[in-house]
T-cell receptor, first 113, second 116 residues
């Protein structure tokens, strides 16, 4: 069973557009929600993360929106650039003794010049 | 952030053989994690490796298939044993740094394994 559901599977936007990637979870014990960016041939790199005590977090052009009641969170990329073309994974972890980070299925983003 | 080096970066192996993947971190860490990323899919945790104790395996993964060593606080190995084509994946080493309120998980570049 997929602990974190991610959509869409792929996304194509024009340069300057604002792609939005959505994730949903069921486990209310989750309390840490990171986003990772992965380029081909590379390991995932932490992009930005949020905890459920805030509803939004911004770092540069990347923003996480978090809706605790709906158990959903999303990544927005402002003024997207061709260099943002990559696969993005949301993830979640939490609970007593939690070591496991549960990943979404990934979104392949293509930003067209 | 932690710098994680993985070797080899890629390999092509024959069915029935074994491959050992090495992971070196530039700082001492308590726990190291091994993930698998099957082609076009997400990441799945294989096991957590603590220095000085047996690795803890996730459901669906067993020590006989994926033996892990953790001889010190900066190094770990994962062996993929008796390989079959279904083991073709990217294997990733990762470490966690920071406090509970600000922890971050860092990944190595991965080992792309193809089994013929």
């Amino acid at each position: 069973q997929q602990q974190v559901k991610q959509s869409p599977q792929s996304l194509i936007v024009q340069k300057g557009g604002i792609p939005i990637i959505n994730c949903a979870y069921e486990n209310t014990a989750f309390d840490y929600f990171p986003w990772y960016q992965q380029f081909p041939g590379k390991g995932p790199a932490l992009l930005i993360a949020i905890r459920p005590d805030v509803s939004e977090k911004k770092e540069g052009r990347f923003t996480i929106s978090f809706n605790k009641s709906a158990k959903q969170f999303s990544l927005h990329i402002m003024d997207s650039q061709p260099g943002d073309s990559a696969t993005y994974f949301c993830a979640a972890s939490g609970g007593i003794g939690a070591n496991n980070l549960f990943f979404g299925t990934g979104t392949r983003l293509t930003v067209i010049p | 952030s932690a710098v994680i080096s993985q070797k080899p970066s890629r390999d092509i192996c024959q069915r029935g053989t074994s491959l050992t993947i090495q992971c070196q971190v530039d700082s001492q860490v308590t726990m190291m994690f091994w993930y698998r990323q099957q082609p076009g899919q997400s990441l799945t945790l294989i096991a957590t490796a603590n220095q000085g104790s047996e690795a803890t395996y996730e459901s669906g993964f067993v020590i006989d298939k994926f033996p892990i060593s953790r001889p010190n606080l900066t190094f770990s190995t994962l062996t993929v044993s008796n390989m079959s084509p279904e083991d073709s994946s990217i294997y990733l080493c990762s470490v966690r740094q920071g406090s509970r309120s600000n922890e971050k998980l860092f990944f190595g570049s991965g080992t792309q394994l193809s089994v013929l």
